[in-house]
Nanobody, 118 residues
Framework: QVQLVESGGGLVQPGGSLRLSCAASGSIASINAMGWYRQAAGKQRELVAQIISRIGLTRYVDSVKGRFTISRDNAKNTMYLQMNSLKPEDTAVYYC???????????WGKGTLVTVSS
């Protein structure tokens, strides 16, 4: 089994920055993809940023391009989401996600709340 634990959420002013972390632990054979999703109140969950491990491809939802950066530290089994120039529209619960193993099993963290407000 694999566990994903997010941290780094909180309250930040518009224009501020925040870095989210996701630590993975357990029986990790291979990570096919890792990413961050978010879900605002009353909205559908959306993919924010993702790394496709095999080809090293990163992708972002249009609304965060140029502001957010996804990265990973393989030695620490940790993924990060650096969020700059935050806007109130970024307010949401952010979830860590990974697709692991030959069968491509999905794992989710519990989420961390990011609130952007003055």
């Amino acid at each position: 089994q694999v566990q994903l634990v997010e941290s780094g959420g909180g309250l930040v002013q518009p224009g501020g920055s925040l870095r989210l972390s996701c630590a993975a632990s357990g029986s990790i054979a291979s990570i096919n993809a890792m990413g961050w999703y978010r879900q605002a109140a009353g909205k559908q969950r959306e993919l924010v940023a993702q790394i496709i491990s095999r080809i090293g491809l990163t992708r972002y939802v249009d609304s965060v391009k140029g502001r957010f950066t996804i990265s990973r530290d393989n030695a620490k089994n940790t993924m990060y989401l650096q969020m700059n120039s935050l806007k109130p529209e970024d307010t949401a619960v952010y979830y860590c996600h990974a697709v692991i193993g030959v069968s491509g099993v999905d794992y989710w963290g519990k989420g961390t709340l990011v609130t952007v407000s003055s």
